[in-house]
Structure formats: C-alpha cells, structure tokens
C-alpha cells in the first residue's frame, strides 16, 4: 500500500517536470519600488546580442509568449520580463499610481541591471502593442536612448489621438467592405479630439465592432503553445490573469488619452525597425506608416502579409528571419 | 509604527497553534502529494485531531497543515495554518470530507532578486518573497482500512481552492489537487 502511493507520488512528480532546452537560463526578479517583476533570460549568448521583450496589454504575461521566440533563443539571448502589476509580477505596486513614466523608469532599471549582468551584450529591444507605447516613452526620456542599440517595434502607437482616428478609418473601410453597416453607422459620426476623445472612446464598443469586422481573427492566446507555457509559467490561472488585468484600469480610463510622443519621436536618432502585420485593426497598418514618416532617416518597414496584430505567432518563420536580420545577427 | 493590538496577535497566534497542543488521541499524521494548480508538485503534511475521541460516522476536526509546492522558474510556497473539518465515513469505509483552512502564505522568488536601490545601483536580495493569507476550502474524499481491514490507515484525494491575497496589490486564486495518506498515531 505504502510502496504503490510513493510509486504513484514519484510518477505524479516526474510528470510535473518540464525540460528546458535553453542553452543559457536565468532567473531574476527586478524590485523597483514596490514592484516585484519576474524576469527570464533565456537562450544563447554567443551571438553577443540581447532581445529585450516589451509585452502588450498593459497586463500581458511576457513568458507565455516563449514558444514564439524559439527561433531567436537558438541565436541570441531573449530576456522575458513582466511589467508591474503584469503577469506574474509581484509585490505591491499601487494600480492607482500606474504611470507611463513610472514603467519607463522600471524599464530603465532593468536595462541597467542587465548591462551590469551582461557586459558583452548589446541590448535590442523588441516591444510588441502596449510595448511599442512603452517602447518610445524609454527611449525619448533622458539619456534612455543611449542605453540601447535599437529598437524594433510591432503593431504598437506613438500617440493616442491619431492611432484612434487610425482605427476609426480602418472599421469603416472594412466595414463597408463586408457589409457591416451598424459598425460603419457607429464610427462614421466620431469627430474625435484631443479633448473629447476619453468621453467619446467606449472601449468595450469599439472593441466589439473591431473584432466583428476582422481586427484579429488570430490571437497567440489560442494558441495550445501559448496555453501550455501559460499553465506552466505564470503564477496565474486564467481566472486570477483576469483579475490582474484589471489593474490597469487607470490606463486605459485615463493615461491613454494623454499619451503621445509625436515630437519626441522625430529627435531619436538609433537605429529601429518597423514590423507590421498588415491586416491589423487594432493598430492598423497606417500608424506604422506614419511612425515611419516621423522618423529620422531611412526606417525599413517590414510588413507581414498574412499577420494582424501579433506577427510573431501566424508568421513565426518570416518574423525570427527578419528580427535576427534586424539585430544583425 | 501601526497600531497592533497585542490581544489579537496572542489569539491569532493560539488559533494557529492550538491544533498542535490537542490531545494525541486519535491524531492522524497525514502526508501527501499536492499538485498545485495540477501541474506544479508539491507536499502536503498534516496533524489531524478529532474534535471528539470518539468513532462516529459524522466526525469533525481541527489540524495544522503545513504545504509546499515548487513553481518552478517562478516561486515556491509554504501554506500553513489551522485546519478544521467536517467528515462523513459509510459503513464500507467510504469518507469524504470538507475542510476550511486558515493558512498563512510564504513565497519565495525563483532566482537572485535585485532591489533598485538609486538609478542602477542594485542591491541582492536574500530570500525575497511575498507574505500573505491563503484562507481556503477542500472537499475529498477516500477510504478508510480501519473499517473493513483494521488497518490504521486511509487514502483520500481531495481538491482545495484559496485565494492568497494581497497579491500585487489584488489576489489570486490558486487551487490544488491532494493525494493523501493518513496513518494513525493514536488509535
């Protein structure tokens, strides 16, 4: 009786074990304040480079996303970090103190301590949606821009009032293309201001009627790669992801409007990349357009043909291909 | 300094100890596998104390548990705290159970944690993790060998649900599966 329950413990156990096939592992986590945030470096440092990953959300959970960034662990090192009150970060940073400042600070933070840790590399970082948004904060604060040595960034805004408008153009326009007259009657009236937008802006309706008309029919959270790393590398159910996404509210009822980096964005001067998949309608193919025209020189535009918002997943291959091209390696 | 008042550190602090101090008769050792969230592994470890000494069918009874489960590449917790349950045992030795637990929570960091203590000035942190409570409930269910073999001993499986809170400044839920082995100390 004895013998078979330890047998059945030992069996129950060794099925809990996960192999990790990264040839350089880490774990840290970065306290700044009152915030504790988990951090994995994953991959092979002999490429000399650093994909320093900015997630989306705000909220997301930067590990999940590991199976889509196997392809550049086997080349360079991926550093995985959630943001406060993101994830499974932990601690007990304060919702109501949310700021893009304060999340440029703990990125600033990080890209320190990982000059600190990893001498020899030079650090790209790689933001993804909300992660571009956080992205162009660091990069146009103080000497940020210097800490790094590029920056590629993914379907994400530079300003909030033209990346609105953006969408505005891109529900009526596909709208009308598939006959969903009720989501073009709903946008079409919209004059939207700097001033007005936070009251005209009902997130759960916009969103609705974006989705209906095909603004990312393909999300990575589908994915059973994504469920699978999830289960097993956040400290989160699905149930309590909820709950902690839910502490970005003073985000998205407020600091969102407020945000843009129009004319910090025309004095960067490192070198960056734009990735787009041009399907997209939650950050359409035309704030990437307009990215580029604010930018200095000449910034290559990648665009994915077959993506919406997360290119990383439904053209995984073309994606690890070009984001190497891009870090030189 | 905030205010704490030292009569409610004292009964806290009774509440969680009491169940070690009961009288043994009757006391059950129980130790088992836990399967945090199912896939995490992890121990679980308790006393178990009838309220009354006595063999009924309806029994209740009060414990300390003592938990651990490795999240590996994330945390690891201890979950401990006073148990009090409710039983109910068929006469073919069938049981199952219901079991509030008062547990505090203990995690602790996977890895070094680095405290940014001035603009890039970093300072190693030993032993970081996150203290909080973990109130929680389990339903199981098992068999009892004293029934029909005479043995001291039963087997339960059991699934508990708790919310840790604070956690990063909200809660989380958590929810494990047990596979337990209780032997009996003092028939």
Redesign the interface.
Same mark, same amino acid.
């Not at chain 2, 604070?166 to 929810?175: A, K």
């Given at each position: 009786m004895i013998r078979f329950s330890l047998l059945l413990l030992l069996l129950i156990g060794s099925l809990s074990c996960k192999k990790e096939p990264a040839a350089h592992s880490r774990d840290l986590t970065l306290r700044v304040g009152a915030a504790d945030m988990p951090v994995w470096v994953r991959g092979n440092a002999a490429g000399g480079r650093i994909v320093l990953f900015l997630h989306g959300g705000p909220g997301e959970c930067s590990y999940c996303l590991r199976p889509f960034f196997e392809g550049i662990e086997q080349n360079a090192l991926m550093v995985y970090w959630d943001q406060r009150l993101a994830g499974s970060s932990r601690g007990n940073a304060d919702p109501e103190a949310w700021s893009y400042a304060q999340h440029a600070n703990d990125l600033r933070q990080l890209v320190l301590l990982l000059k600190q840790l990893y001498p020899q590399q030079s650090i790209w970082l790689f933001g993804h949606s909300f992660g571009v948004e956080l992205g162009w904060e660091f990069l146009s604060t103080g000497d940020n821009a210097t800490l790094v040595a590029g920056f590629v960034a993914m379907n994400g805004t530079y300003a909030t009032l033209p990346w609105l408008k953006d969408v505005q153009r891109w529900v009526m326009r596909e709208g009308s293309s598939r006959g969903d007259s009720e989501a073009v009657a709903y946008f079409r009236p919209l004059t939207l201001t700097a001033e007005n937008a936070k009251q005209v802006v009902k997130w759960g309706e916009w969103y609705s009627r974006m989705f209906r008309v095909g603004a990312n029919p393909q999300w990575p959270s589908d994915d059973p790669a994504f469920v699978r790393q999830m289960k097993f590398s956040s400290a989160h159910s699905s149930l309590s992801q909820l709950t902690n996404t839910a502490q970005q509210d003073r985000y998205y009822n407020e600091l969102i409007f407020k945000f843009d980096r129009t004319a910090e964005l025309t004095r960067l001067e490192l070198p960056i990349r734009l990735f787009w998949g041009v399907n997209d309608g939650i950050v359409p193919l035309e704030t990437g357009l307009s990215t580029q025209a604010l930018l200095q020189g000449e910034v290559p535009l990648v665009r994915f043909s077959n993506s919406w918002h997360s290119a990383f997943h439904t053209e995984n291959e073309k994606f690890t291909r070009e984001l190497l091209k891009a870090i030189g390696l | 300094m905030p205010f704490v008042p030292c009569g409610l550190v004292k009964q806290i602090l009774f509440l969680l100890l009491m169940p070690l101090c009961m009288q043994a008769q009757g006391q059950w050792l129980k130790l088992g596998?836990r %399967?945090e #969230?199912l #896939? /995490?592994?992890g121990l679980a470890l308790a006393i178990e104390n009838p309220i009354r000494t006595s063999f009924k069918s309806w029994q209740s009874f009060v414990g300390f548990g003592l938990n651990y489960y490795l999240? /590996?590449?994330?945390?690891q917790a201890v979950l401990f705290g006073p148990q009090l349950g409710l039983r109910y045992t068929h006469p073919s030795g069938i049981f199952g159970d219901l079991r509030l637990d008062l547990n505090l929570y203990r #995690?602790f !960091? %996977? $890895?070094?944690?680095?405290? %940014?203590t001035s603009? $890039?000035v =970093?300072k190693k &942190?030993p032993l %970081?993790g996150?203290w909080g409570f973990a109130p929680g409930i389990q339903l199981s269910g098992g068999y009892d =060998?004293r029934q029909h073999y005479q043995?001291p001993?039963r &087997?339960s499986t059991g699934l508990s649900y708790y919310q840790q809170w604070?956690?990063?400044? #909200?809660? /989380?839920? $958590? !929810?494990a599966l047990d *596979?337990t *082995?209780h032997y009996l100390l003092q028939p």
């Open positions: - | 596998y %399967a #969230s #896939s /995490r592994p999240h /590996r590449h994330n945390h #995690s !960091y %996977a $890895g070094t944690t680095y405290a %940014a603009d $890039g =970093f &942190i %970081a996150q =060998f043995k001993y &087997i604070p956690y990063s400044s #909200s809660y /989380r839920h $958590g !929810y *596979l *082995l």
